[in-house]
């Protein structure tokens, strides 16, 4: 049950109070809570969880689904504790789609009434696994007519993460080729569909059971790594490479296929797990030096640009994302829904590779 105070002067007649309502600024209300790193069984739903009062730039969003991602589950099992511990209890979750409840004072292109959808940044404290959530402006776009609640909410956090790699850091363009490691998933399919929306050409490694959906979004060809030579099968070399699995073997990969000039990005940099280890005043300058070591090294060894690549924040990128979803050219299929009260299984069926694709929780 959400409590809520209203933004007008309390002397304003009862009369007009239904129409004033969906004016209210949320106090509390329900929320998935993470108290301690562990297995899903450490996950609370709370009744009475404060909601903070909105910043200049904020916006209130009333959730009607988030969606489960990899950061979600290595987060709430301790991936991050060195910047996360301070902060517990936090509140898992990036992805959300809903209604405007409220806007900050600063806020010019969102109303109250619109639905939305987006995503917040891996390092925020209060996610989006709750009845209400709250986002900079510039974190949410107008969710489109044809798509709906659940469908948007699978997609800003691994759109955007794709965006930042083949976009903002390679700066593909149309006829270049592209190379996406591990397609299959959530921000390989992104990947792939924003390389093909922008005209270019695309190959893709993943498991058998996700051939026929990477041929299906514009993958020009699907390589099953699980019974497939790699190396073998790839042809030529590429303008970018996006690798979403990032292990030795795949970094080699990928590096060696790529033509001079050319970008390759991993999601799987190594800056938190460091900081994990030896803690954040040993820990991050260490993955800052590995970082830069590597890319002078392939600098001067294959002529080629490397990069950790994670989500950012990108309004422009939100909003061309959202204007391919309107045209049908970006979508995250989802395998299974779940209501946000069976979170914990959720996030077992992900633990457990019961459910292998995008899984959703239904805010009701």
């Not at 993958?219 to 790839?234: F, H, R, V």
């Amino acid at each position: 049950m959400a409590l809520f105070r209203l933004c007008n002067n309390a002397k304003t007649p009862k009369s007009a109070l239904k129409f004033l309502d969906f004016r209210c600024i949320v106090t509390s209300c329900r929320a998935v809570v993470l108290p301690r790193f562990g297995g899903p069984e450490v996950l609370q739903i709370r009744s009475n969880v404060q909601v903070p009062d909105l910043k200049p730039c904020d916006v209130l969003v009333r959730a009607r689904a988030v969606s489960v991602n990899p950061l979600d589950t290595r987060m709430r099992a301790g991936y991050g504790r060195s910047l996360f511990e301070p902060l517990l209890p936090l509140i898992l979750g990036r992805d959300v789609s809903g209604e405007v409840v409220a806007v900050g004072s600063s806020v010019e292109s969102l109303n109250v009434g619109q639905e939305v959808f987006g995503a917040l940044h891996p390092t925020a404290r209060r996610g989006t696994y709750a009845d209400y959530a709250i986002l900079a402006e510039d974190q949410l776009a107008l969710k489109p007519n044809s798509v709906t609640h659940l469908d948007a909410s699978a997609v800003p956090f691994a759109a955007l993460t794709a965006w930042r790699a083949l976009k903002s850091t390679a700066r593909i363009a149309e006829g270049q080729r592209v190379l996406v490691i591990g397609g299959g998933g959530a921000v390989g399919l992104a990947g792939i569909q924003l390389a093909v929306a922008t005209g270019c050409h695309v190959a893709t490694t993943c498991g058998h059971q996700s051939i026929d959906r990477v041929l299906e979004v514009g993958a020009e060809q699907a390589i099953d790594y699980t019974s497939e030579d790699i190396a073998l099968k790839i042809e030529g070399q590429f303008d970018a490479v996006l690798d979403t699995i990032g292990v030795p073997e795949t970094e080699r990969l990928g590096i060696n296929f790529l033509k001079r000039g050319g970008y390759y990005m991993t999601l799987q940099g190594e800056a938190a797990s460091l900081a994990d280890r030896y803690g954040l005043a040993i820990g991050l300058p260490t993955a800052t030096a590995i970082l830069l070591k590597k890319q002078i090294q392939y600098r001067y060894s294959h002529g080629i640009e490397y990069s950790w690549t994670f989500m950012r924040s990108d309004s422009e990128g939100l909003h061309e994302i959202r204007r391919l979803m309107e045209a049908g050219k970006l979508k995250i299929p989802i395998e299974k829904t779940f209501p946000i009260t069976q979170v914990k299984e959720a996030h077992e069926a992900k633990d457990k590779r019961i459910v292998i694709g995008k899984v959703v929780l239904e805010v009701d």
